[in-house]
């Protein structure tokens, strides 16, 4: 209303300068001066700028009833926002039709705290006096994109506590709000790979990893990017700290390359780690694990040569000194 009164006004200020009577119409802007103008012209004036008032004042009821029909509405995201231990996360709100929200009041709100305040923006500035502590210095909108409508919250540091649904709410746009959920997950770390044992032309495969926030899925892949079978069902046992650790075997055979992958996916959050191993070509070989057992064979054979020898030695020792007093014995008795 107030931009159609300037234009009005201006409009007809400059309709007077080119009729030059631009100083009068200045000060016709009431209808009833009409009554008490002699002048014919300042009375049509007058009477042409209240026409225009009316049209005026039709469009902007046209306009209300436009803007009814088509409110300004907050929208987030249909889909659960991911976010890392640690690292920042972007909880995603917008008014749709574009309508700028530089003069409009944004809370971001956890229903289930107390306060449950996040993030409050008013009068044209933060206001974070009655923030939950838990976010103080953590939290802040992009004050440049306000005027595009983009009423984002940025949440940094992130902690498992953040995990859970958060409200976008507009109060001065006629209470609109939306809810946002954040998955806080942990970062993986890489999982552990190592060669168990052989048997026949097999070897056996480790992959361990823990600290897990998420329930893993742990898979072991071959070079052409195959799953392969693992030798028993997955277990994943939670710590005190209700984090989870997972163990598995995989029992493998010989390829062009003898290269494996084990990662390690948490689903929930999107986020996966590997770790790569290479197998060399005498684990797959038949005689490499024989070659052991012919080793310890030999090796058993001449440590019982070496204990019979001394065996040997010993008793044949003990016999010679026996035989030796026997003699001492009959010599004495002649």
């Not at 209700?242 to 992958?261: C, I």
């Amino acid at each position: 209303m107030l931009l159609c009164m300037r234009y009005l006004l201006f409009t007809t200020f400059l309709e007077q300068i080119l009729i030059g009577n631009a100083y009068t119409s200045v000060g016709c802007v009431a209808l009833p001066m009409l009554k008490k103008m002699k002048d014919y012209r300042m009375r049509g004036v007058v009477g042409h700028l209240f026409n225009r008032w009316v049209v005026c004042l039709f469009l902007e009821l046209q306009s209300a009833v436009s803007s009814a029909d088509h409110p300004v509405l907050v929208v987030g995201s249909t889909d659960p926002v991911r976010g890392i231990v640690g690292g920042d996360v972007i909880l995603p709100c917008f008014l749709r039709p574009t309508t700028s929200a530089v003069e409009e009041s944004v809370e971001w709100q956890r229903p289930v705290l107390e306060p449950k305040e996040v993030h409050l923006y008013r009068d044209c500035s933060d206001d974070n006096v009655i923030q939950n502590p838990s976010y103080s210095g953590r939290t802040s909108l992009f004050r440049e994109e306000l005027k595009n409508g983009n009423v984002s919250l940025k949440l940094t540091n992130v902690k498992l506590s953040d995990a859970g649904n958060y409200t976008c709410y507009i109060p001065t746009l006629g209470h609109q709000k939306t809810t946002i959920e954040l998955y806080v997950g942990g970062a993986a770390p890489r999982p552990w790979l190592s060669i168990v044992r052989t048997k026949d032309k097999e070897v056996v495969l480790k992959c361990e990893a823990e600290g897990l926030v998420y329930k893993p899925e742990l898979v072991l892949l071959n070079s052409k990017g195959t799953i392969l079978p693992a030798d028993e069902p997955i277990e994943r046992p939670l710590d005190s700290e209700g984090l989870y650790t997972v163990t598995r075997y995989f029992t493998v055979q010989k390829t062009a390359t003898n290269v494996f992958t084990c990662q390690v996916q948490q689903l929930e959050i999107k986020h996966m780690r590997e770790t790569q191993i290479h197998v060399p070509d005498k684990m797959f070989q038949e005689e490499y694990p024989l070659g052991w057992k012919v080793g310890i064979g030999f090796l058993g054979a001449v440590v019982g040569a070496v204990v019979g020898a001394v065996v040997g030695a010993v008793v044949g020792a003990v016999h010679a000194e026996k035989r030796g007093r026997n003699q001492w014995r009959v010599c004495s008795g002649l």
